[in-house]
């Protein structure tokens, strides 16, 4: 869990909330009166210390994880190799055998096989994230057999989940059996956000750029980042361009905490991404990691909750899983109500 190393009361932190404070300082730009001074001095931020209190940290060495054009693991134990990209590009055409097709991404089942191929130009990122999932962590996630690259695109294998989404039945649950659901994955996620690095840093794996999709397919994306001020102040940047901008989103930027943790951070955590039970009762595994990486502590709940924002239940089902951080959230919020964020 976290806790606040600050004498202030959080309580009263965001009072009024951070869109009434945004309206207000807007008023001294496009009010009667406004000012045309754009040396404006703004204020220093003032952001809460923000620490994470898991005792039981992990330090891990990135360089152990695999970084081979093209392996296949000994986890794979059947006798014939895996299938080429001529049988997953096959497999692709097969409508019933297609899980999910988006952003230059496919996956594909082989049922036979017990099998999906994720193929498309993502890299291999997810692939390395799960063989280290797997192996330093208690978090559930699929088997990775092995991956290649084929021109510019990349072919991942992995395990193949029996189960279904939490939104395929969310709708159908109880709030006890939502309830159940939420704390089982309470340790997990806290089995993910116990892993650090000796030096850290923000961004994809292995030193990568930022792979959340947020800021994947921007022309200025960036990463690895020196710091969470300077991911902090890149990610207030997104908003350049809008009227105001910056004078009047100071306090935005003052919600996002300089001093925190960076943490392992799936940075794309729905109801969509979590496997369980066809009754709904029982986490089997989180699935689709190729957002993860090195993220502020904040960003996990942020993301989770500004993506789901319309899911009835979610914001309660959410809050039990990661300590909240509201203010953090309304910005990411914001920025998404602008049109600005993909």
Request: proline residues 6%.
């Amino acid at each position: 869990m976290l806790q606040v190393s600050s004498q202030e009361d959080t309580t009263t932190l965001l009072r009024p909330t951070l869109l009434e404070r945004f309206i207000s300082r807007s008023k001294q730009f496009f009010g009667p009166g406004a000012s045309e001074d754009n040396n404006l001095v703004l204020p220093e931020y003032t952001a809460v210390e923000i620490h994470d209190c898991v005792t039981d940290k992990i330090y891990v060495d990135e360089s152990e994880i695999p970084k081979e054009e093209a392996i296949t693991f000994e986890t794979w134990t059947r006798p014939r190799p895996l299938p080429t990209s001529s049988e997953v590009r096959a497999q692709s055409m097969e409508k019933e055998h297609v899980l999910s097709k988006a952003r230059g991404v496919t996956v594909v089942r082989f049922p036979s096989l017990n099998l999906v191929a994720k193929f498309g130009t993502q890299g291999t990122a997810e692939g390395q994230m799960l063989w280290f999932l797997r192996r330093k962590t208690t978090v559930p996630v699929p088997e990775v057999y092995g991956w290649y690259r084929e021109g510019y695109e990349t072919f991942i294998f992995m395990e193949y989940i029996d189960g279904v989404t939490l939104d395929d039945v969310w709708d159908d649950l109880q709030h006890a059996t939502k309830e159940s659901i939420a704390k089982q994955l309470v340790p997990i996620l806290a089995s993910l956000r116990q892993v650090r690095l000796h030096e850290a840093y923000v961004g994809g794996i292995c030193h990568r750029l930022l792979l959340d999709q947020l800021f994947i397919m921007r022309s200025t994306n960036k990463g690895p980042l020196p710091s969470i001020e300077s991911f902090n102040d890149y990610f207030m940047d997104v908003g350049d361009g809008l009227p105001g901008y910056p004078h009047a989103y100071v306090d935005f930027r003052n919600a996002l905490p300089n001093r925190t943790d960076i943490v392992l951070t799936h940075s794309d955590l729905h109801p969509g991404n979590i496997m369980v039970t066809p009754d709904g009762s029982k986490v089997l595994a989180i699935i689709d990691w190729g957002n993860a990486g090195w993220y502020p502590a904040f960003w996990e709940y942020a993301k989770s909750r500004m993506m789901c924002q319309a899911l009835v239940g979610w914001a309660d089902f959410i809050a039990i899983c990661l300590t909240p951080f509201e203010e953090v959230w309304e910005v990411l919020s914001f920025y998404e109500s602008c049109g600005i964020l993909i």
